[in-house]
C-alpha cells in the first residue's frame, strides 16, 4: 500500500444550511421558526476532520436564494 501522498493543504469547505424556518442560533423567530444546529454543528467538526470551514450561511427555501447562496461561496 500507499503510506502518504502528497497534497496541496487542506480541504476547504463552504457550509450551506438551507431552509426558511431556521434562524441563527440565539436570535429571536417566529413560533413555526427552529434554530440552525447543522451549521454551526458542522463549521465545527470540519477542523477535526483536517478541514477548513471557509464560510458558513443559511439559504431560505427560494430558488432565487439559493443559487445566490451557492454563487457565493463557490
Not at 424556518?21 to 483536517?50: H, M
Amino acid at each position: 500500500g500507499i503510506g502518504a501522498v502528497p497534497t496541496r493543504g487542506p480541504v476547504r469547505v463552504a457550509v450551506l444550511t438551507t431552509g426558511s424556518e431556521l434562524r441563527a442560533a440565539g436570535t429571536p423567530g417566529a413560533a413555526a421558526s427552529i434554530g440552525d444546529a447543522n451549521g454551526p454543528f458542522l463549521a465545527g467538526f470540519l477542523p477535526r476532520a483536517g478541514a477548513v470551514c471557509v464560510a458558513a450561511e443559511t439559504a431560505p427555501d427560494r430558488l432565487d436564494d439559493l443559487v445566490a447562496a451557492l454563487a457565493r461561496l463557490a
